[in-house]
T-cell receptor
Framework: GAGVSQSPSNKVTEKGKDVELRCDPISGHTALYWYRQSLGQGLEFLIYFQGNSAPDKSGLPSDRFSAERTGGSVSTLTIQRTQQEDSAVYLCASSFQASGANVLTFGAGSRLTVL | ELKVEQNPLFLSMQEGKNYTIYCNYSTTSDRLYWYRQDPGKSLESLFV?????AVKQEGRLMASLDTKARLSTLHITAAVHDLSATYFC?????????FGAGTRLTVKP
């Protein structure tokens, strides 16, 4: 597609429920990143994929968070047993990683509200 | 662990004034990026700095990189209201991209 697509754009859930957030990167982009942005805050790194593998999972806040990427394309971020502190905007970005520049193209984000 | 620090975090400027935003990072890297985020929007790329001494300019914004000092600056010249946004720097360590906390810039008439 023309850009990075994220769904859902908004998700309201009850505490304790599981949620899945989806990211469809730009076609041909090998790298995919997930970040979390709380209201008025910076970007918290969650996980980074190179192809289907995740060289760096160090940013996942707890074992309730997991992510996968299949076919070197779509990625899913899953949050189990959601807590109120999980409420944030979850941003996905992808990049082509040409030699030198690694410019990220961001999606519009998925806003998660845990009641 | 890579740390990326920006300052100031909040900046209120008058139109026509100049100011500089600073981005310090803790690990050797020669790849640094600046992004802009408008309220309620996602991030957009502004500048790509790929070597020591790199300087890029776009309109009233100029970014530079000193890899020896592990410092990048974003200089604003003669600020205008349209520049009001949050500006993030990001450091690339072998494609692992970490962002600073952002500088929220407000330009007032």
């Amino acid at each position: 597609g023309a850009g990075v697509s994220q769904s859902p754009s908004n998700k309201v859930t009850e505490k304790g429920k599981d949620v899945e957030l989806r990211c469809d990167p730009i076609s041909g982009h090998t790298a995919l990143y997930w970040y979390r942005q709380s209201l008025g805050q910076g970007l918290e790194f969650l996980i980074y994929f190179q192809g289907n593998s995740a060289p760096d999972k160090s940013g996942l806040p707890s074992d309730r968070f997991s992510a996968e990427r299949t076919g070197g394309s779509v990625s899913t971020l899953t949050i189990q047993r959601t807590q109120q502190e999980d409420s944030a905007v979850y941003l996905c970005a992808s990049s082509f990683q040409a030699s030198g520049a690694n410019v990220l193209t961001f999606g519009a984000g998925s806003r998660l509200t845990v009641l | 662990e890579l740390k990326v620090e920006q300052n100031p975090l909040f900046l209120s400027m008058q139109e026509g004034k100049n100011y500089t935003i600073y981005c310090n990072y803790s690990t050797t890297s020669d790849r640094l990026y600046w992004y802009r985020q408008d309220p309620g929007k996602s991030l957009e790329s502004l500048f790509v700095l790929l070597s020591n001494g790199a300087v890029k300019q776009e309109g009233r914004l100029m970014a530079s990189l000193d890899t020896k000092a592990r410092l990048s600056t974003l200089h604003i010249t003669a600020a205008v209201h349209d520049l009001s946004a949050t500006y993030f720097c990001a450091v690339d360590i072998s494609h692992d991209m970490r962002f600073g906390a952002g500088t929220r810039l407000t330009v007032k008439p």
